[in-house]
């Protein structure tokens, strides 16, 4: 492993690159990523980059595999496979119910929460897969799964759904400092950094369309502090790092035990909400079923 972080940054790359390879499309390959063409694309350069060679030939619609690329893609095929199997044959007792969430979902809402569930049903053998990659409606093993966005999704029955309102939040600690601070001040720097973070979903908003949604759209100039991680964001603003945009329907106990605060600023409502899903292939399963009550009864989720 070390020598392959020291060859590869980012093994979220190789994952891309594998479905880009498979797809023959940054285009699907991002379908299925759950992220932008545009992010498959820019980790395809990077990736090319590290390595010093191209690894695909851009034609039109589609995407070709160069030499080198064939040859790394035999190669990430078959150890992706070979974890999958190994993952696989670990698992000696199956669960009865398996919970698809994002990583911030899972940070922030689900695991604080998850002892109440558990109560409710002790002899449940849970298993819970966080990951921002969706693949709920092509993985058999997962039987609820909780997605940002606006439907409909793919292959999916929506049980629930949590409104979002987002507001920048920083370190209360720095509040005080903060009392008096403005949109122009965000865009020129004189509140601090602004935080930015990869978007656990395509549709998140970020800063620029925050400011856009104020009738600005100057980049702001100030300094930046960017993260892979909206999980990462959102700790370092309660580090007093700076300020990120806060999506106060995931972040609510981290705002509510004060360890971050709210600024006197404008909040926004996105048509976009949290979704409770189930496949559409069969029916829920009670496990399913009595999870998300238990969703609407202690997170707000609504049917």
Request: glycine residues 6%.
């Amino acid at each position: 492993m070390h020598r392959l972080r020291r060859s590869i940054s980012s093994l979220t790359a190789l994952l891309t690159f594998e479905a880009a390879a498979r797809r023959e499309s940054f285009t699907r390959a991002a379908e299925e990523l759950g992220v932008t063409q545009a992010a498959v694309s820019r980790r395809m350069k990077q990736l090319e980059a590290e390595i010093g060679c191209h690894l695909f030939l851009r034609a039109n619609r589609r995407v070709l595999l160069t030499e080198e690329g064939t040859a790394l893609f035999a190669a990430t095929s078959d150890g992706f496979d070979r974890i999958a199997d190994a993952v696989a044959a670990i698992r000696e007792r199956p669960a009865d119910l398996t919970v698809a969430v994002s990583v911030a979902f899972a940070h922030f809402r689900l695991l604080p929460e998850l002892s109440s569930f558990r109560d409710i049903t002790p002899d449940a053998n849970l298993r819970v897969v966080s990951s921002d990659t969706w693949t709920a409606p092509d993985d058999p093993s997962i039987d609820i799964a909780v997605r940002y966005g606006a439907p409909p999704f793919r292959g999916m029955t929506v049980l629930g759904s949590l409104g979002e309102t987002v507001v920048p939040v920083c370190d209360p600690a720095r509040i005080g400092e903060f009392e008096h601070c403005d949109i122009e001040d965000l865009i020129e720097g004189r509140c601090g950094a602004l935080i930015e973070a990869d978007a656990p979903e395509p549709t998140w908003m970020g800063w620029d369309q925050w400011f856009t949604a104020q009738g600005r759209t100057t980049r702001p100039t100030g300094k930046w502090l960017r993260f892979s991680s909206y999980s990462d964001g959102i700790y370092a603003a309660m580090a007093g790092q700076g300020i990120a945009l806060g999506w106060k329907g995931l972040i609510e106990r981290p705002l509510s035990d004060g360890r971050l605060a709210a600024m006197p600023l404008p909040i926004l409502k996105p048509k976009e909400r949290h979704w409770i899903m189930v496949s559409d292939k069969v029916a829920p399963s009670p496990q399913a079923e009595a999870f998300a009550s238990w969703m609407e009864e202690t997170m707000g989720f609504v049917s």
